[in-house]
T-cell receptor, first 111, second 114 residues
């Protein structure tokens, strides 16, 4: 499975968009990009995932570059409750279903 | 609908003891995975089970074992506990082995080994 690289921490003002980058330069053609977040040692919460196209749901948007070597998670209007560790994960779409987590990005939303 | 549930929520054991952690997947989910999360790190994959068969194993010693029952619930067993086994143990479920589906995590069991 491809490895991912994320900045260790970011700050964002409340109400502004939070843009969290992820580098996955060794991604293969059949590997999906998943984003999860973890709030204070709770179980990771699913946010969004995609393969090639940009995706949007009620929580966030996922922008994947054309060469698929990087992606950005966008929280359009960050709130204090969005303060968490955000994980970008790349996994193969078949075989053993396992996630390889990195250390993630610790996002702090500031009032 | 209920999410993934795990029991117990917290557990304290001493070195050398054995522990069993339990997980109930979301109704209709057939795949269960286990992860270990040591403080300050991301979760690490331990096992995946699908339809009661082991489908994957991470880089963990044989002291770690698991099984999945006909109702798709699962148990994780750890023998001969070490201090380093202190961690949050997470269970995750997903419907099947379908391509591109996400998995959902439970709240975890916090294990402390003294």
């Amino acid at each position: 499975d491809a490895k991912t690289t994320q900045p260790p921490s970011m700050d964002c003002a409340e109400g502004r968009a939070a843009n969290l980058p992820c580098n996955h330069s060794t991604i293969s053609g059949n590997e999906y990009v998943y984003w999860y977040r973890q709030i204070h040692s709770q179980g990771p919460q699913y946010i969004i995932h995609g393969l090639k196209n940009n995706e949007t749901n009620e929580m966030a948007s996922l922008i994947i570059t054309e060469d698929r070597k990087s992606s950005t998670l966008i929280l359009p209007h960050a709130t204090l409750r969005d303060t968490a560790v955000y994980y970008c994960i790349v996994r193969v779409a078949s075989g053993t279903y396992k996630y390889i987590f990195g250390t993630g990005t610790r996002l702090k939303v500031l009032a | 609908d209920a999410g993934v549930t795990q029991s117990p929520t917290h557990l304290i054991k001493t070195r050398g003891q054995q522990v069993t952690l339990r997980c109930s997947p979301i109704s209709g989910h057939k795949s269960v995975s286990w992860y270990q999360q040591v403080l300050g790190q991301g979760p690490q994959f331990i096992f995946q089970y699908y339809e009661k068969e082991e489908r994957g194993r991470g880089n963990f010693p044989d002291r770690f074992s698991a099984r999945q029952f006909p109702n798709y619930s699962s148990e994780l067993n750890v023998n001969a506990l070490l201090l380093g086994d202190s961690a949050l143990y997470l269970c995750a479920s997903r419907p099947e082995q379908a391509l591109g589906t996400e998995q959902f995590f439970g709240p975890g069991t916090r294990l402390t080994v003294l």
